[in-house]
């Protein structure tokens, strides 16, 4: 799929899981560290690329929201996303990852609310860059 780029962001990786991360405008300059649980030191105050792509998909998700809610002629206040990415081995024994996003959407029928996630499921940047290569859920709350 080819696009009309507007906008490119751009970051700088050193050191791998276990270097820093800063972008070219240095509004992020960030120490990684690789998860105890995969193995790594687990360095407090550190983040590792499952949170960076956590953070990245549940911002751009609740973006894409307010473009299906505006699409549908629907107001949404106190919405939250919540984007939960799995790290492990992959089938072929490579490494992969899935993500599971929990989408709260208070003051809206639990049957419009589902409708709005689907459309910002096929809105989302990150929804169609991942489509067919990650294992993707959704779980749509209407709490309060």
Do not use: W
């Amino acid at each position: 799929m080819k696009i009309e780029k507007i906008f490119t962001a751009q970051a700088k990786a050193k050191g791998g899981r276990d270097g820093g991360v800063t972008t070219a405008n240095d509004a992020l300059n960030l120490t990684l560290s690789t998860p105890k649980e995969m193995g790594g030191p687990g360095k407090a105050g550190a983040t590792n690329p499952e949170q960076l792509f956590a953070a990245g998909y549940a911002a751009c998700f609740e973006g894409a929201l307010g473009v299906a809610a505006r699409q549908a002629s629907v107001r949404l206040e106190g919405v939250t996303v919540e984007a939960l990415i799995g790290f492990g081995k992959a089938e072929d024994g490579g490494y992969g990852i899935s993500a599971d996003l929990h989408v709260n959407i208070p003051g809206v029928a639990q049957k419009q609310a589902e409708e709005l996630v689907e459309a910002a499921h096929g809105i989302c940047p990150y929804s169609r860059a991942t489509k067919g290569n990650i294992e993707v859920n959704l779980t749509t709350t209407t709490n309060a």
